[in-house]
C-alpha cells in the first residue's frame, strides 16, 4: 500500500509514524486511520521491529482530532462505521505485541488524544494540548476517549474534560497521569527515540508477554490476571533469551537478546 497520509521509517529496530497531513494539523480522516492500520499489520509481521514511535508533522500539531470536513456529511450510520473501524485499529495498538511511544508533539484533541490513550506510553513536548472537545461539535467521543480516558485520569477529571470539551496543558496532563514525561519540544524526539532504544534492548519476547500481562490483566479481577501473569511468565521462561540474560548477569557482562 502507498501511503499519501502518513509516513513511515524504520531506523534499526525502531519504526516511526508520522500522520503526515500538516495543513489539517494532522486530522484523522477514513483513509488516514486505513494507512495506520495497514502499517500496524505490517510492523506486526516485521521481527525485526522492537519499539514503535506514533507522532505528527510539523510543530504545531499531533492529531487535532477526527477530520470534520470528512465527518460533516457523514450520517450516523457511516459516523458509527467510522467509529468501529477506529476503534479496531486502536485496539490493535493495544493488541500489537511491540510497545508504541506517543510522542505527542502539540494539539492531541479528539482522536488525537484517543489515540495516544491507545499507545503504551506517552511522551508529551511542553507545548503539548490535550482534550476531548467533541461535545463542542454536538457529538460525543468515539474512538474510545469515554472508556479509556476515566481509566487513565479518574470519573472526576474525565467527566470535566468531556463535559467542557477545555483542553489541558502538557503540566496538567502529567499531573494526571495521562503523560509519562514532559520535555521542551526541540528536545521530545530526541527523548522519544532514547526510550525507544532503551525498550528495543530488553528481550522482546519478554516485553511483548509483558504487555500481553498488562493489557490483559487491566480489565479483570485480580486472580484472572494473576494466571494471565503467570502463563506469561512461563513463556518468558521458555526461551533462550531468559537464558542468556541470567547468564549474562551471573558472567557480569551485558546481555545479547535475540528474540528467541
Ligand atoms: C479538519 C481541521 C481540524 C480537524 C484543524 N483543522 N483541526 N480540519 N478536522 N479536526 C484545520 C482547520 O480547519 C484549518 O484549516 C487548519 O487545520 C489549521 O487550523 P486552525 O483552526 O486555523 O488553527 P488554530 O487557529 O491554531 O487552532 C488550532 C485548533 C483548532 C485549536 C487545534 O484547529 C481546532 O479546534 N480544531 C478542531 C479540534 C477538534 O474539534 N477536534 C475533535 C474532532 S472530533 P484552514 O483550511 O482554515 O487552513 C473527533 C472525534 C473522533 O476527533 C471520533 C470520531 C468517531
Do not use: W
Not at 510543530?59 to 467509529?83: L, P, R, W, Y
Not at 485496539?91 to 511491540?98: C, G, S, V, Y
Not at 499507545?119 to 482534550?131: K, Y
Not at 472537545?133 to 477529571?157: A, D, M, N, S
Amino acid at each position: 500500500m502507498d501511503y499519501s497520509n502518513i509516513d513511515f521509517t524504520l531506523d534499526d529496530a525502531i519504526a516511526t509514524i508520522t500522520v503526515d497531513r500538516p495543513d489539517r494539523l494532522n486530522a484523522l480522516n477514513p483513509q488516514t486511520m486505513q494507512e495506520i492500520e495497514h502499517c500496524i499489520d505490517a510492523i506486526r509481521d516485521d521481527r525485526s521491529i522492537r519499539c514503535v514511535i506514533f507522532t505528527g508533522a510539523g510543530e504545531k500539531a499531533f492529531i487535532a482530532g477526527a477530520d470534520i470536513t470528512a465527518m460533516v456529511t457523514m450520517s450516523g450510520f457511516e459516523e458509527k462505521t467510522f467509529a468501529y473501524h477506529g476503534n479496531q485499529v486502536l485496539r490493535a495498538f493495544e493488541h500489537l505485541p511491540i510497545p508504541i511511544i506517543a510522542a505527542v508533539n502539540g494539539y492531541a484533541l479528539g482522536g488525537g488524544t484517543e489515540l495516544a490513550l491507545a499507545c503504551d506510553l506517552i511522551l508529551a513536548a511542553d507545548t503539548a494540548r490535550f482534550g476531548l472537545p467533541e461535545i463542542k461539535l454536538g457529538i460525543i467521543p468515539g474512538f474510545g476517549g469515554t472508556q479509556r480516558l476515566p481509566r487513565r485520569v479518574g470519573l472526576l477529571r474525565a467527566r470535566e474534560m468531556i463535559y467542557t470539551g477545555d483542553m489541558i496543558d502538557a503540566a496538567t496532563a502529567y499531573e494526571f497521569g495521562l503523560v509519562n514525561h514532559v520535555y521542551p519540544a526541540a528536545e521530545l524526539m530526541g527523548e522519544a527515540n532514547a526510550l525507544a532504544t532503551k525498550i528495543a534492548r530488553q528481550a522482546p519476547l519478554g516485553i511483548q508477554q509483558a504487555k500481553a500481562a498488562i493489557n490483559g490483566g487491566i480489565e479483570v479481577d485480580l486472580d484472572t490476571g494473576l494466571r494471565f501473569e503467570t502463563e506469561a511468565v512461563g513463556l518468558a521462561f521458555s526461551t533462550d533469551d531468559k537464558k542468556e540474560g541470567m547468564t549474562a548477569f551471573l558472567e557480569k557482562r551485558e546481555p545479547q537478546f535475540q528474540g528467541k
